[in-house]
Structures are given as C-alpha cells and as structure tokens.
C-alpha cells in the first residue's frame, strides 16, 4: 500500500461543501412538551450539534457556539416525525464562522413530503487546545477570484 503524498502546497481556503453536515433524529414522546408538540430547546440542541459538526470540520479542529444570530420555528415537530437538520458555513472571518441551518421534517415510517420547521444562523469560533482563539480557513464562495479571471 501507498503512502498519500503531501505536497508544499498548503490551502488557503475551503468549499462550502468541504463541511457541509446533515444530520438526521427520529422525534419520540420523550421530546414533547404540555402541547404534546416536540419542544423547542430539543430542536435547537440538534441545530447545535449539525452546526457545530459544521463550524468543526471547516476548523479541522474544536470551534464553540458563540452566538445564536437568528433562530425560527416554522411549523410544529410531532413526536414519529423524522428532522433531517442540514447545516452550511456561510462565512468564515479570521477566527470566526457562519453556519447557517435548515431543519426539514418528514414521517419516519413514510415517503412523501417534506415540511421545513426551522431555520437558524450560529456563529462559532475555533480554539486553540487552552481554549483561545485560532485562526480559520477562508471559505471559497463563487465571487472569489479563485474561482477564475473576472469577467470584464
């Protein structure tokens, strides 16, 4: 077998999709509330988790929730509904990231549609193992010029 080869060459930025999370839970009673509804703070816990997996994976390394910027519940979540909550970097600054999150819903025992329920947007930042701020990847959107000569 092969040993990969490392070259001089170091990244200076990643894609969008190089830390892209989706993350999927069946909702069970256990998660309801007095309404009989899935409760709020169970929803948001699984936004961090994808987000945070997000934030992580752009970091390579440990990055914490800093602020939650905007968070929406859309529409309720029953207990047997299944959450795919996906999660995309939507900035990067220097030691700091973006995520933004959708949470769809769907049956778990079902096909068929899928409802969005709640949308969020985190902000995060990598650390260090002393638990200090690191430095960050830029992230690659479709206006850098990396991308290619500008059109004039």
């Known amino acids: 077998m092969t040993e990969p080869t490392i070259t001089a060459e ?16 069946i909702m ?6 007095l309404y009989g509804t899935i409760h709020g703070g169970v929803v948001m816990k699984l936004i961090d988790d994808a987000a945070a997996a ?3 994976r752009h970091a390579d390394g440990p990055a914490v929730t800093v602020a939650v910027d905007s968070m929406s519940f ?5 207990a047997g509904d299944l959450l795919s909550v996906d999660a995309e970097l939507e ?5 700091s990231m973006t995520v933004g999150v959708r949470v769809r819903a769907e049956r778990w025992n079902a096909s068929g549609p899928t409802s969005e329920v709640a949308t969020a947007r985190l902000t995060f930042v990598a650390i260090d193992a002393e638990g200090r701020p690191r430095p960050v990847l830029a992230l690659e959107t479709a206006a850098d010029p990396a991308d290619g000569p500008a059109a004039s």
Do not use: W
């Open 10 to 25: 170091r990244r200076t930025s990643k894609q969008p999709d190089d830390s892209r999370v989706t993350l999927a839970h």
């Open 28 to 33: 069970s009673e256990h998660d309801t509330n």
């Open 54 to 56: 997000a934030a992580g």
């Open 74 to 78: 859309l529409a309720p979540v029953r």
């Open 91 to 95: 900035r990067a600054g220097r030691t």
